[in-house]
């Protein structure tokens, strides 16, 4: 979109107020409001901020901030509350002298899709978000109680789950995302939707928006819903598989339809990127201690480092459809992440998979979970992280990670993992207490 197309956009609409977006190191959505008579200085990039406060920004001696809109994120939002409409615009966080600031995820994500782009390539990414939607206690809290006892793709009668569900995708579609199917996930009170695949900087884009809506529409039915990985013991827990295509020239370079598998020299060596690569992007795709709760054997989630065409027990799974549609499916990732740095580590994985020509040898196209140990040393297969401290010590010595995250970005990460895992295990948690109090 041009500038005149959003500011007749702005009018049309009767917008009072407009939210320039943008998250921090961690994925959290931060916005700053502005009101109608500031949207000439929005649109133009002058809005600064204090970046001193944002984790993993600045410090305070250098902590103003610009935002810089990306006019072709501009959306209205398809909800009033009597105060005025408001629209939103995603920006990227500049320094004072217009100079990218190096801190941004979103900008982090442009510079590795401009280093495929270098070689001709365009990334399209498409992510599968689960969600639990549970219910509130009289004092407005969030609690972990289901709303229904559905499960996978189960119809049920309506209620406020399935609501609210249906609100959230025409409030997307009313934002001109496209929603592919939204159904019932296979735990109690878990939901899933898809949107349709685009170039991985929207998708990024969406998956924030996504995520923001979700959160919206469930607190209007007095629900709250979570994007916590595991937060139900002995429930499959909330994932967001990646799937992952290379464009070049208008063809997906993914399909090689006289190759083995009718997948391209090209693909394999991506997805032997992505396995040598994955326990280091477990640290930014599964980002908190509780995504290792999720990372199990009995609960549909990826604990072993290998590819398949035909199952779903292996971390990176191509799926049947060939074509334009040929792809990998990369299942460890859950919606805790940041999508940016979610989708630049993976790249950069995938792409020196094709610098260095990485076998991922063949597709293991049998039920890993239900292989023995042997089997699986014979496979010589990995396993993924056990917990986030083993995950940010193979992201410590990821120089192409490293690399692709940038020095801010990567030491400001590692030091924020750092103390999280500290707080974690000196903390005293239930599980010890109900374990150990009396029998000790």
Known sequence: MTRREVVAQLKKHKVRFL???????????KNVEVPESQ???????????????????????????????????FVVFPW????????GLICDVFNPDDSPFAGCPRTMLRRNLEAAKKKGYEV??????????????????????THDAGGYFDLLPVDRGEETRRDIVNALEAMKIEVEAAHHEVAP???EIDFKYADALTTADRAIMFRLVVKKFARDHDLHATFMPKPIFGENGNGMHVHQSLFKAGKNVFYGPKRPYELSDIMLQYIGGLLRHARAICAISNPIVNSYKRLVPGFEAPTNVAW??????????????????????????????????????????????MANKIDPGAPLD????????????KHKIDQLPANLNEAIGFLRKDKVLETALGEHIFNHYLDAKDQEWASYISSVHQWELDRYLTTY
């Open 308 to 353: 398949s065409q035909r199952n779903r027990s292996p971390l990176a799974r191509v799926p049947a459809r060939r074509g334009v549609g040929t792809r990998v499916e990369l299942r460890m990732p859950d919606p805790s992440c940041n999508p940016y740095l979610t989708f630049g580590v993976m790249l950069a994985a995938g792409l020196d998979g």
């Open 80 to 87: 009033a509350d009597g105060r005025g409409t408001v629209a």
């Open 189 to 191: 009170g878990q939901h």
């Open 124 to 145: 399209m990414c498409g992510p599968e978000l689960e969600f639990f939607l549970f219910r509130r206690d009289e004092n407005g809290n969030a609690t972990t109680v």
């Open 19 to 29: 939210r320039l977006m943008f998250t921090d190191i961690m994925g959290a959505i």
């Open 366 to 377: 049998k039920n890993i979970f239900a292989m023995s140990q042997r089997e699986k040393r």
């Open 39 to 73: 949207f000439a200085k929005a649109l133009d990039g002058e809005i600064m901020f204090d970046g001193s406060s944002i984790q993993g920004f600045s410090r305070i001696e250098e902590s103003d901030m610009l935002l810089k809109p990306d006019l072709d994120t």
